[in-house]
T-cell receptor, first 113, second 109 residues
């Protein structure tokens, strides 16, 4: 089934540890995004990539890094996790069509203690 | 700053009609989106408006007034499965999506 796969679905992490959230899509979409979703707030963009080999900073990039070595994969890394990074993380992709509809992965629930 | 406002929570009865409003103030406008998100799941695309007027898609319709910075999502013949959060998002002049916090819709029998 085509779509976006995220891993892990859930993780508890000690503060200061390094963590990489994986995201893979098989729709050959050029654009990919990482969002975090916190209660009472709208989705906030962390980083994005318009095409393989390029990345950009979103609204809340501090403490996170991404890479886009190929079209399919867009991992998000927390170099040294802090409790404020406890959140649900969604990876999304877009085919760049007129509507720019986003297709989301199922999310990764991260708890930093 | 950029801002999207929508009610935090609404309650409606199965079989009825509900209208979820969204007002926005953004730097430019390149389309407005509505997404549905069931609890614990990913958002899924519902509708897209870029011109003023009503877009109808089955039981769901979305309206846009660019001059008023206003949109609504209309859900007809409500079903229990429509219980979810509804997210309004606006694409600004930089083609970045600005998201509202979402409206949690509770459907009662």
């Amino acid at each position: 089934i085509a779509g976006i796969t995220q891993a892990p679905t859930s993780q508890i992490l000690a503060a200061g540890r390094r963590m990489t959230l994986r995201c893979t899509q098989d729709m050959r979409h050029n654009a990919m995004y990482w969002y975090r979703q916190d209660l009472g707030l709208g989705l906030r963009l962390i980083h994005y990539s318009n095409t393989a080999g390029t990345t950009g900073k979103g609204e809340v990039p501090d403490g996170y890094s991404v890479s886009r070595a190929n079209t399919d994969d867009f991992p998000l890394t927390l170099a040294s996790a802090v409790p404020s990074q406890t959140s649900v993380y969604f990876c999304a992709s877009s085919d760049g069509a007129t509507t720019g509809e986003l297709f989301f992965g199922e999310g990764s629930r991260l708890t930093v203690l | 700053g950029q801002n999207i406002d929508q009610p935090t929570e609404m309650t409606a009865t199965e079989g009825a009609i509900v209208q979820i409003n969204c007002t926005y103030q953004t730097s430019g406008f390149n389309g407005l989106f509505w997404y549905q998100q069931h609890a614990g799941e990913a958002p899924t695309f519902l509708s897209y408006n870029v011109l003023d007027g009503l877009e109808e898609k089955g039981r769901f319709s979305s309206f846009l007034s660019r001059s008023k910075g206003y949109s609504y999502l209309l859900l007809k013949e409500l079903q229990m499965k429509d219980s979810a959060s509804y997210l309004c998002a606006v694409r600004d002049s930089n083609y970045q999506l600005i998201w509202g916090a979402g409206t949690k819709l509770i459907i009662k029998p």
